[in-house]
T-cell receptor
Framework: GAVVSQHPSWVICKSGTSVKIECRSL??????MFWYRQFPKQSLMLMAT?????????EQGVEKDKFLINHASLTLSTLTVTSAHPEDSSFYIC????????????FGPGTRLTVT | QKEVEQNSGPLSVPEGAIASLNCTYS??????FFWYRQYSGKSPELIMF????GDKEDGRFTAQLNKASQYVSLLIRDSQPSDSATYLC?????????????FGKGTKLSVKP
């Protein structure tokens, strides 16, 4: 069965508005979740690491004030795209870090964001 | 810059054949590797992971790791049209953000009926 859920699965918003994406770990408590972004015909690129109870760690080139991450519980991380622009249109995928020994990660179903 | 390299394909094989997908990596310290399958418009699905040199088999899938050559492969036996997807090779970024994965660009596999 599914390990990770995301909501919504797709969203269309107008330029300048904000969008919140939720990522839930379904069957275990996750202190670490990752947010990836995938543009068409490209591979996944890590945006940030979400840590329960502390600030997220952002990758170089990712604006932390634009992509707000909140990991308020062991099963929920949220990504808010603020003041969205058409270039933010992408496939946003979260993953749950299952094991520090094996580095296993399981991905959510993804959220396709289209900014018009 | 740690890299994971894959041939983008497309790789086309007839139904029932063996599909061989290859991946090379730059970080000699890499210990584990993951193969994900991604259907168009969907998120990646973990199908295999391997830590030790040699082969690991799971059903129709066999992962092979050669650390000396910095090479990892995925063999799919008795390929089916439903195996048509993009296959992503990934390895943990040990010096990065607490274990995030570095992905190759993926190889697109097409299995022809």
């Amino acid at each position: 069965g599914a390990v990770v859920s995301q909501h919504p699965s797709w969203v269309i918003c107008k330029s300048g508005t904000s969008v919140k994406i939720e990522c839930r770990s379904l069957d275990f408590q996750a202190t670490t979740m990752f947010w990836y972004r995938q543009f068409p015909k490209q591979s996944l690129m890590l945006m940030a690491t979400s840590n329960e109870g502390s600030k997220a760690t952002y990758e170089q080139g990712v604006e932390k004030d634009k992509f707000l991450i909140n990991h308020a519980s062991l099963t929920l991380s949220t990504l808010t795209v603020t003041s969205a622009h058409p270039e933010d249109s992408s496939f946003y995928i979260c993953s749950v870090f299952r094991s520090r020994e094996s580095y296993e990660q399981y991905f959510g179903p993804g959220t396709r964001l289209t900014v018009t | 810059q740690k890299e994971v390299e894959q041939n983008s394909g497309p790789l086309s094989v007839p139904e029932g054949a063996i599909a061989s997908l290859n991946c090379t990596y730059s970080d000699r310290g890499s210990q584990s590797f993951f193969w994900y399958r991604q259907y168009s418009g969907k998120s990646p699905e973990l199908i295999m992971f391997i830590y030790s040199n040699g082969d690991k088999e799971d059903g129709r899938f066999t992962a092979q790791l050669n650390k000396a050559s910095q090479y990892v492969s995925l063999l799919i036996r008795d390929s089916q049209p439903s195996d048509s997807a993009t296959y992503l090779c990934a390895s943990p970024n040990y010096g990065g953000s607490q274990g995030n994965l570095i992905f190759g660009k993926g190889t697109k596999l097409s299995v022809k009926p």
